[in-house]
C-alpha cells in the first residue's frame, strides 16, 4: 500500500480512481501501468526525518515479464529487491558478467544471430523525414490514418504541428532513450520510427536542421517505410514518493531514475503492410 492525497489505496485500485481525484504523480502512474508494460512494486522506506511518522515509499520500476526473460539480480546489499536489476530476453542478448574489487558489473551484448541491428540503417540524406513513436502513437496512426502529435511534449509556438527529424539517429533516439519514463520501451511494448518522404514546401512550418515541423494532420500512407526497437536487455529504475511537505499537499515524486532500454532494430513489415 502507499498513500495518495489522503486515500490508501492499492495498484490494482488505482485504475479506478477518478481522473479529478489523481495528484500528477498518479496520473504519470497510470500511464506507467498501462497496458502491462511496466510493474510497479512498492517498497515502504523509514523518514528521513524521525519526527515524521507518515510513510515513505520507494516504487520499483521494472518490465512487465514475458516468457523465457532472465533476471539479473544486482549486487547492492541494503537496498530495497530489484535495485538496479538487469533483465534480458537470452535469444536475443548474451550476458557477461565481471568483477573489480568489491564492485559487479553486468554487460549485455546483442546476439549475432538475434536478427536485429544497433539502428535502422537508415541515413541522412535530405530526401527523408523520421519521427520515432512509442507503441500507442503507432497503434493511433494505424487506427486512424493520420499522424498527429497529441502536442504533449512540444514546445511553446509548436501548436498544429508534427515535428520529425532529417537525422534518423535523432528520431531512434527520441523514441528510445529521451522518450518519458513511461513511453520506454519495454518487452511487451516496442518502439518505432517512421520514415516518411520529405513533404512539399505548402505543408513545412519550419526547417532547423534536423528538426522539420509539419502542419498536422499528415497522411499515414505517406509512410515509407517503419522500423522496430525491440529491447533485449532492460535495467529497472524508481523512484521515490514523499509525503506533503507543506508547499505540496499530496503525496509527490522525489528522486529517482528511470529504466533503461537497450534495444536492437528491424524493419517492421508487419506494422507496413496494412498502410500498403
Known amino acids: 500500500m502507499w498513500y495518495a492525497r489522503t ?7 488505482l485504475d479506478s480512481m477518478p481522473e479529478v481525484e489523481l495528484s500528477p504523480l498518479e496520473t504519470a502512474l497510470r500511464e506507467l501501468m498501462k497496458g502491462r508494460r511496466w510493474r510497479v512494486r512498492p517498497y515502504r522506506r523509514t523518514s528521513d526525518y524521525d519526527y515524521d511518522p507518515r510513510p515513505k515509499y520507494t516504487l520499483d520500476i521494472s518490465p512487465h515479464p514475458v516468457p523465457g526473460m532472465i533476471e539479473v539480480p ?6 530495497w529487491p530489484g535495485y538496479w536489476t538487469n533483465y534480458y530476453r537470452p535469444e536475443l542478448a548474451e550476458h557477461e558478467r565481471t568483477r573489480n574489487g568489491t564492485l559487479t558489473f553486468d554487460k549485455f551484448h546483442l546476439r549475432p544471430d538475434s536478427g536485429l541491428t544497433t539502428n535502422t540503417g537508415e541515413e541522412e540524406t535530405g ?17 486512424t490514418g493520420r499522424i498527429e502529435s497529441d502536442g504533449s511534449y512540444n514546445l ?3 501548436e498544429g504541428v508534427t515535428c520529425f527529424s532529417l537525422d534518423p539517429r535523432q528520431a531512434e533516439h527520441y523514441a528510445t532513450g529521451f522518450a518519458p519514463f513511461h513511453a520506454k520501451p519495454s518487452f511487451t511494448h516496442p518502439a518505432y520510427v517512421i ?16 528538426e522539420v515541423e509539419v502542419y498536422s494532420p499528415i497522411d499515414a500512407s505517406d509512410i515509407v517505410d517503419i522500423y522496430r526497437a525491440k529491447p533485449y536487455a ?5 523512484t521515490d514518493v514523499n509525503p506533503p511537505n507543506g508547499t505540496i499537499d499530496y503525496y509527490y515524486s522525489g528522486s529517482g531514475s528511470h529504466p533503461t532500454s537497450r534495444v536492437g532494430w528491424e524493419r517492421a513489415e508487419d506494422k507496413i503492410d496494412p498502410l500498403l
Open 74 to 79: 544486482g549486487d547492492h546489499p541494503g537496498y
Open 127 to 143: 530526401e527523408f523525414i523520421y519521427r520515432g513513436l512509442h507503441a500507442d502513437e503507432l497503434d493511433a496512426i494505424l487506427r
Open 7 to 13: 486515500a490508501k489505496l492499492s495498484f490494482e485500485e
Open 156 to 158: 511553446a509556438g509548436q
Open 195 to 210: 520514415k516518411m518522404r520529405m513533404p512539399p514546401p505548402e505543408r513545412i512550418r519550419k526547417i532547423n536542421a534536423p
Open 234 to 238: 532492460i535495467q529497472s529504475g524508481f
